[in-house]
């Protein structure tokens, strides 16, 4: 055997030996996730000592196969108190707004405003949205929800709970999957319960995460404008993100109460499923870029096959790769039964790890995003330019 050969010899079974540490890291990770989700979802909500009259604010863009059933759960609250509903595109051609008529035939008593303006403030053309709504939004209490959210009878009241604690300024929500019909939205499910999900609450627990979920925002008209509005935030990617640390950094606390509420799942191509969850990773990395590489150790399986194939099918390799699946199993069992759903689907989770670890890959090689039909480039500091065709 000559120099080169051996070298080669010796750099992929170092990268083989790597891979397997890695994989076992992410096998303990994955293993503490499991404890800590069940946790999580076993504390208390909080009922709130009032009910003071709330406005929720959503911005809408196009149609979307469950949006009259998510506008509809926010109508359907078990909240004596008043709620405005303020709704707001930029198109007066916007197919939401045919929804939104529907809704107002469905709930005739509910309190809805619809604003239709066009203007433009940055790249973000949902915080612009609600930049022209805002206006029009009559109450002190503001609850900011994307449009492909659904929620439980009793979420104003929980919501409202955690904001009447000292010191909270901002309650913010994590999510479940509501897949349409489909493989696609399903294999996206996949991804929210048994990555994002764990993801959130493990790093929660260990004190690792600051998160703030665009699918919840609620805060006091006060705290909104000790952190300027939300024009200050019309340039950034992540702007939930954004808006927790701003708040954060007046000296309010960001609370996470165990609630899930439902994010739909609407990808209906393998395209549109890796666009949607290439723009997220591009996202975590440039809002935490030490975390995001770090993140490599939430995929113990994958890590796990490049270490069978890197040492040529060493049985040690093989043991950590079926010990990866067996604690990836586990772990989808204690997410299924702390968000109570059926254990079905188990085949697809094989079939989502490879393909993460595919996007957390690609999610290096560039810092172009497809958001809402639109190109961005996204700099070191998570702020949106137009991307320029090459």
């Not at 078990?78 to 107002?104: C, I, M, R, T, W």
């Not at 009878?153 to 019909?181: N, S």
């Not at 609630?259 to 975590?284: D, P, V």
Request: aromatic letters at 10%; hydrophobic letters at 50%; charged letters at 15%.
């Amino acid at each position: 055997m000559n120099g080169a050969h051996w070298a080669a010899t010796v750099f992929v079974h170092a990268c083989a030996y790597l891979c397997a540490a890695c994989a076992l890291f992410g096998i303990g990770y994955t293993t503490i996730a499991s404890v800590l989700i069940g946790r999580f979802f076993a504390r208390p909500v909080t009922e709130p000592a009032s009910f003071p009259p709330v406005t929720v604010v959503k911005p809408l863009h196009g149609s979307e196969w469950a949006l009259l059933s998510n506008l509809s759960s926010f109508c359907e609250q078990n909240y004596p108190g008043p709620v405005q509903f303020l709704f707001g595109v930029h198109d007066p051609a916007d197919p939401a707004l045919q929804a939104v008529e529907n809704l107002k035939r469905l709930h005739p008593q509910a309190d809805i405003t619809v604003i239709v303006d066009a203007r433009l403030y940055g790249p973000n053309r949902k915080i612009s949205n609600i930049i022209n709504m805002m206006p029009h939004a009559r109450h002190d209490l503001l609850v900011f929800a994307d449009s492909d959210v659904g929620v439980g009878p009793d979420y104003l009241r929980h919501i409202v709970g955690e904001l009447e604690k000292p010191g909270v300024g901002l309650v913010t929500c994590v999510y479940r999957a509501q897949p349409d019909p489909g493989f696609w939205p399903r294999l996206s499910a996949t991804a929210t319960h048994y990555q994002f999900l764990p993801g959130v609450v493990t790093g929660l627990a260990l004190g690792l995460a600051r998160p703030c979920f665009g699918q919840t925002i609620a805060m006091r008209r006060g705290t909104l404008e000790k952190i300027g509005g939300f024009l200050p935030f019309v340039r950034h990617l992540a702007e939930d993100h954004a808006i927790g640390e701003a708040v954060r950094a007046i000296g309010e606390t960001v609370a996470i109460p165990p609630l899930a509420i439902s994010h739909a799942c609407a990808e209906a191509s393998a395209a549109q499923l890796f666009a949607h969850e290439l723009r997220w990773s591009r996202t975590i990395r440039s809002v935490d870029p030490t975390g995001h590489v770090g993140s490599a150790l939430m995929h113990p399986l994958p890590l796990a096959l490049l270490a069978v194939g890197l040492s040529s099918d060493a049985p040690w390799a093989w043991l950590i790769a079926a010990l990866a699946l067996s604690v990836r199993f586990a772990l989808k069992v204690s997410a299924d039964r702390a968000l109570r759903q059926a254990h079905g689907g188990a085949w697809m989770l094989p079939i989502w790890d490879i393909v993460s670890f595919a996007i957390f890959v690609a999610s290096f090689w560039s810092s172009r995003v497809v958001w809402r039909g639109f190109s961005f480039e996204v700099d070191g500091d998570g702020l949106l330019s137009a991307a320029q065709d090459e």
